[in-house]
């Protein structure tokens, strides 16, 4: 058999955009700073009155579909991974291939359906679902739709709120890819934890700083894991890193811990080691305490060298361009990164086939998956097809009372009667409900 991997992409995002620095942060009594700087984040992606997980799920898999010049008939699974599904029984996915019935001839009845749940780390194992179910043999030829879509709300004054996003990305895992192949290696750090949850609750309960540190462990324990079966990961191997990205400062924390680990015993601990001296080893303490005061000590100066910087912008940077500009779409999210690197090399003319990339993604509870993808020949036509820059750049620009009413209008505990901000255009929206609770939605031309 051939490689598998993602065959083809496409983003969706919600139609409504909050500034961070300029309308959020002053009504927040924050620097702008903070967002840009800190965080790394400049705006929000916000879904519209009509827009929901369905709506913006199925609307990147219809264009994805279209691209790709697929029928029902060549979908032989769709998965929908998300945290922000409105029913403990029917799946997303199931309304998702309800809508594509509405715009393709023939039906979806013979493609098997359902919903990934942890947290962000879904839409990962919706890819290895399907990765799996193709490698035993078991699509007749057919490929699997892979959609990670999410509202990522949180209410409101939580310290989350400055991190929220709205928005789908639609993959096809099939054979032979025209994006990327996915290694058969994985690497899991995965531990019961309390970071992060929704025990029957919409919007999360969030320890926000301990959440930071249950990704960093988690993260650091899957890299540990990959390399048990991968082999050694060398820095100079991977042309990019893309991590999930709650927010770009997570990953920038992210960043030069993993250096730190995999520049341990190698030439470029020694080069640096005449600037910042070498990695401290925990043998050589008498305590605990001792040894991670030196290690924080080497990760700061490590931080300031030139070579790690030159390492970052090259491998980290251009991967956290499109979370900069729609903040955190939970299972989206690390294929939002992946996706904004491959951009960057396609804007630089870089020719990037054969090329590796590092995945890392995560989910709050808490599981890590680091895998890795090989660049294929037909990345670059996948690439320049998207439409993101058009869609970003026409977003409808919320002022603070506005952002508040959309705010109210997605939460279920508010009675919210604030009108649609954007007119649906060739594209699916929410219709109203049915007799038995369902949501219904219909193709607006
Ligand atoms: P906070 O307390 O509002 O922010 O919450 P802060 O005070 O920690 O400031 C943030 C950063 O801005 C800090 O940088 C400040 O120093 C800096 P750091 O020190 O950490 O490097 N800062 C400034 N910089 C320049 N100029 C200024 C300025 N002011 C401050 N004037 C927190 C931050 C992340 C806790 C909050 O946003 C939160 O709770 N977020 C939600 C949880 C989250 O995203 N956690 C990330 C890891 S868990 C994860 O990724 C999973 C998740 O996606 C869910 C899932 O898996 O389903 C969330």
Request: proline content about 3%; aromatic content about 8%; glycine content about 8%.
């Amino acid at each position: 058999m051939t490689g598998v991997g993602i065959d083809g992409i496409e983003i969706h995002t919600g139609k409504l955009r909050l500034d961070l620095a300029e309308t959020f942060a002053p009504e927040m009594g924050d620097a702008p700073e903070k967002y840009t700087k800190g965080l790394g984040l400049h705006a929000s992606s916000f879904p519209d009155t009509y827009e929901d997980i369905v709506t913006m799920g199925a609307n990147a898999a219809h264009r994805l579909m279209k691209r790709k010049g697929l029928e029902p008939d060549d979908i032989g699974r769709i998965d929908v991974a998300t945290e922000s599904a409105f029913d403990h029984s029917k799946p997303v996915s199931t309304y998702i291939g309800g809508c594509l019935e509405q715009v393709f001839d023939g039906d979806l009845h013979h493609a098997n359906k359902g919903e990934r749940k942890f947290a962000c780390v879904a839409g990962t194992q919706s890819i290895d679902d399907a990765y799996n179910w193709i490698k035993a043999g078991r699509n007749r030829g057919r490929a699997a739709l892979v959609v990670a879509t999410d509202t990522a709300l949180y209410a409101r004054d939580d310290p989350g709120e400055a991190t929220q996003g709205a928005g789908a990305v639609a993959m096809l895992i099939d054979e032979d890819p025209d994006l990327v192949e996915l290694s058969t290696e994985q690497g899991y750090g995965s531990a019961d934890e309390t970071d992060f949850l929704k025990p029957q609750q919409q919007f999360p309960s969030v320890d926000g700083k301990r959440s930071v540190n249950v990704y960093l462990a988690r993260m650091r324990e899957a890299l540990v894991d990959y390399e048990q079966v991968g082999g050694k990961i060398h820095a100079e191997d991977f042309r990019l890193g893309p991590f999930h990205t709650p927010f770009p400062g997570m990953v920038r924390k992210a960043g030069v811990l993993a250096y730190r680990h995999i520049t341990r015993d190698t030439d470029i601990e020694d080069e640096l080691a005449e600037e910042i001296g070498r990695q401290p080893r925990s043998e050589a303490f008498e305590d605990d305490e001792a040894y991670m005061e030196a290690l924080s000590e080497y990760t700061d100066a490590l931080k300031d060298t030139e070579r790690y910087r030159e390492w970052y912008e090259r491998t980290i940077d251009p991967t956290l361009d499109l979370s900069r500009r729609v903040g955190n779409w939970y299972t989206g999210s690390v294929h939002v990164a992946r996706v904004s690197g491959l951009k960057s090399l396609a804007e630089a003319g870089e020719d990037a086939v054969g090329k590796r990339l590092l995945v890392g993604s995560y989910g709050s509870g808490a599981q890590a998956e680091i895998h890795v993808e090989t660049v294929q020949e037909n990345w670059l036509e996948e690439i320049d097809a998207l439409n993101i820059d058009e869609q970003l750049a026409s977003r409808y620009e919320l002022s603070f009372e506005e952002y508040e009413d959309v705010h109210d209008a997605h939460n279920y505990d508010e009675e919210s009667a604030v009108e649609e901000f954007t007119t649906p255009d060739a594209e699916f929206a929410f219709d109203g409900w049915g007799r038995m609770g369902e949501r219904k939605y219909r193709f607006v031309e």
